[in-house]
């Protein structure tokens, strides 16, 4: 199973391992991926930093950790 989060516009979940980052009807549909267990190609370790500002514009950025 998978757990999902949705708040404020957002849609987090995890489990797939899978970093994923797209915005479907106004709702933004985040993986962070997994720094422990990286499924996608490569199987380069992710994680997701994302900065929302007070005025509800955001950003997310996948960041990976080469060489892990």
Not at 5 to 28: N, S
Not at 42 to 57: A, L
């Amino acid at each position: 199973c998978w757990v999902c989060l949705v708040w404020g516009g957002f849609a987090m979940y995890g489990h797939t391992h899978r970093p994923f980052c797209k915005t479907i009807d106004g709702v933004t549909i985040l993986n962070p991926g997994s720094l422990g267990y990286p499924r996608q190609a490569g199987h380069t370790p992710t994680y997701m930093i994302m900065e929302v500002s007070d005025n509800g514009e955001f950003k997310v950025e996948t960041k990976e950790i080469f060489g892990a």
